[in-house]
C-alpha cells in the first residue's frame, strides 16, 4: 500500500501543476489513507485549502474562507507533527492565524 500512496500522491502532483485542484485533492486523499505518514500530501492538502479559502476571501464570502482556513490548519499541524523540521512557512502561518 505504501508504494500505491506515492503513485497517488505523484498523481496528485500532476493534477495541481495542472490546475486540476479537485482532481488533486482527490488524489492527496486516497494516498493519506493508505498512507497516513505522508506529510507532503498532508501538506498539498493543506496548501490547496489555503488557496481555497484565500480566493473565498477575496470574493467576500467570509464564512466560506474562514471554514477553508481551519481546514488548511488541521492538515498543516498534521504534517508538520510528522516533519516538524518541515514546513517552515505554515509553521509561520499558524502562529499568526
Do not use: C
Amino acid at each position: 500500500p505504501y508504494d500505491r500512496s506515492y503513485i497517488l500522491y505523484n498523481m496528485g502532483l500532476i493534477y495541481s501543476s495542472n490546475a486540476e485542484f479537485e482532481k488533486a485533492l482527490e488524489y492527496y486523499l486516497q494516498a493519506i489513507k493508505l498512507n497516513r505518514r505522508l506529510p507532503q500530501a498532508l501538506n498539498n492538502i493543506a496548501v490547496l485549502f489555503h488557496y481555497q479559502a484565500t480566493k473565498a476571501n477575496e470574493q467576500k464570502n467570509l464564512e466560506q474562507a474562514r471554514v477553508l482556513f481551519k481546514r488548511a490548519a488541521q492538515y498543516w499541524k498534521k504534517a508538520i507533527s510528522l516533519a516538524p523540521n518541515n514546513y517552515i512557512e505554515a509553521q509561520n502561518w499558524l502562529k499568526t492565524n
